[in-house]
Every structure is written in structure tokens, then in C-alpha cells.
């Protein structure tokens, strides 16, 4: 695997160059509730995505990618099937740092940019949503929904496992996790109800809207 040096940031200055520290949670474990319990989020984010931090310093400690940032790391092991357990671990936690950043405690509209993209590639916010909630709800197995930016267009997809959409060239505005860590406390089988939940009123517009300006072509 070799190390390539990206040449622009590819999120809002606040995920930067993801460095291989676990982040604060940018709220109160409580802030999501009843959409999201505190336990589940202090399970989420101090067994969960703490595990894949753990395990990404023990699998790179003592390599080249010992330094490195998570972003590096993930471009340098995308594809490598030697470097598989690697670029899972940093992946989940360039994931879950995006992931908190992606929820709201509070509603929130897109910003006046990001809502005219929105409403120019969907037809509507409504649409919009109603697209994210669907193709997240149908991600098979463990993955993630994403609003993201190919180009100059918005796109929903949805990503296997620990897959992230940057690797194909996608930037990343939004995300929703899907494994079932992040909801099965609060919801057990009943993943439509928890997507629509944070679709319709726990997403962070203003972090896309950041995502979205520093993703412009
Ligand atoms: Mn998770």
C-alpha cells in the first residue's frame, strides 16, 4: 500500500483530515432522545465506534500508516484485500466521526444553496427525504445512507459494511448509519421508523450545507 497525498479537503473544515483520535460527540448522549436513547448512543459511541478506533492503532502501530489521517489510511488500503482489516477500521471511524456530525438534536432546513440543489436534483425537500429514508431502509445488511455530491449533482446512495463514498469519487454531505448497533435498543426489527425519525427531524442541514460548499467542483 502506498500513502497519496490528497489535495483538498474532501469534507467542511471540522472533520478535516480525520486524525486517528476518537472525537468528542458534538452533543449530550441524551440530545436525540426519544428518537435515539442515551444508552444507545453511549453504547454507539463508547463501545462501538471506540472498538473500531482501538483497533485501527493496534492494526497500523508500528507501520507506515501509523501517523497518518484516516483519510490517507482509506485511500491507501481501498481495494487492497492484504489490507482489508485496516481499511475497515478506518473507515468505521471516519464513518462515525462524519455520522454525529450528520444528527441534530434540533430540526433544521437546508440553507439557501444546498435547498436550491436540492429542489433542482429531486424536485423537492420532500422528495429528497423520501429518496434518503428509501434507499437507506433498503441497504441490505449492515451499511449507511448518504446524501452526497458526484460532481455538481446530489445523489442518495447507500454503502455495504464500512464503505465510504469518497473512494468512488463521491462527497459526502450527510450520513445515516444502518448497522444495527445504531438503532436496534431503541427499535429492534423496526429500521423504517428509526430512518424516517431522523430523516424527517434530526438531520444536520447545517453541516451539509458546509459539506456541500467545500465539495463544489
Ligand atoms: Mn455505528
Same mark, same amino acid.
Given at each position: 500500500?502506498?500513502?497519496?497525498?490528497?489535495?483538498?479537503?474532501?469534507?467542511?473544515?471540522?472533520?478535516?483530515?480525520?486524525?486517528?483520535?476518537?472525537?468528542?460527540?458534538?452533543?449530550?448522549?441524551?440530545?436525540?432522545?426519544?428518537?435515539?436513547?442515551?444508552?444507545?448512543i453511549?453504547?454507539?459511541?463508547?463501545?462501538?465506534?471506540?472498538?473500531?478506533?482501538? %483497533? #485501527?492503532?493496534?492494526?497500523?502501530? *508500528?507501520?507506515?500508516?501509523?501517523?497518518? !489521517?484516516?483519510?490517507?489510511?482509506?485511500?491507501? $488500503?481501498?481495494?487492497?484485500?492484504?489490507?482489508?482489516?485496516?481499511?475497515?477500521?478506518?473507515?468505521?471511524?471516519?464513518?462515525?466521526?462524519?455520522?454525529?456530525?450528520?444528527?441534530?438534536?434540533?430540526?433544521?432546513?437546508?440553507?439557501?444553496?444546498?435547498?436550491?440543489?436540492?429542489?433542482?436534483?429531486?424536485?423537492?425537500?420532500?422528495?429528497m427525504?423520501?429518496?434518503?429514508?428509501?434507499?437507506?431502509v433498503?441497504?441490505?445488511?449492515?451499511?449507511?445512507?448518504?446524501?452526497?455530491?458526484?460532481?455538481? %449533482? #446530489?445523489?442518495v446512495?447507500?454503502? *455495504?459494511?464500512?464503505?465510504?463514498?469518497? !473512494?468512488?469519487?463521491?462527497?459526502?454531505?450527510l $450520513?445515516?448509519?444502518?448497522w444495527?448497533?445504531?438503532?436496534?435498543?431503541?427499535?429492534?426489527?423496526?429500521?423504517?421508523?428509526?430512518?424516517?425519525?431522523?430523516?424527517?427531524?434530526?438531520?444536520?442541514?447545517d453541516?451539509?450545507?458546509?459539506?456541500?460548499?467545500?465539495?463544489?467542483?
Open positions: 500500500m502506498t500513502l497519496a497525498v490528497k489535495s483538498r479537503p474532501l469534507t467542511a473544515a471540522d472533520i478535516g483530515a480525520s486524525p486517528q483520535v476518537q472525537p468528542p460527540l458534538p452533543f449530550a448522549e441524551n440530545a436525540l432522545e426519544p428518537v435515539i436513547s442515551a444508552r444507545t453511549g453504547f454507539h459511541y463508547g463501545k462501538h465506534h471506540k472498538g473500531y478506533v482501538d %483497533t #485501527l492503532a493496534k492494526l497500523v502501530a *508500528g507501520t507506515p500508516l501509523a501517523g497518518a !489521517t484516516l483519510e490517507d489510511i482509506i485511500f491507501a $488500503t481501498a481495494g487492497d484485500s492484504d489490507a482489508t482489516p485496516i481499511f475497515n477500521n478506518a473507515a468505521q471511524c471516519w464513518n462515525h466521526n462524519f455520522y454525529w456530525h450528520s444528527l441534530s438534536p434540533k430540526a433544521q432546513a437546508p440553507e439557501a444553496a444546498l435547498a436550491a440543489a436540492i429542489d433542482r436534483d429531486f424536485g423537492s425537500l420532500a422528495a427525504q423520501a429518496e434518503l429514508a428509501k434507499v437507506t433498503a441497504q441490505f445488511g449492515t451499511g449507511w445512507g448518504w446524501l452526497v455530491a458526484e460532481g455538481e %449533482t #446530489l445523489r446512495i447507500s454503502t *455495504g459494511d464500512a464503505d465510504v463514498p469518497f !473512494t468512488n469519487g463521491q462527497r459526502p454531505l $450520513t445515516i448509519d444502518v444495527e448497533h445504531a438503532y436496534y435498543l431503541d427499535y429492534q426489527n423496526r429500521r423504517p421508523d428509526h430512518v424516517d425519525a431522523l430523516v424527517k427531524g434530526h438531520l444536520n442541514w453541516f451539509a450545507a458546509r459539506n456541500f460548499a467545500a465539495a463544489k467542483p
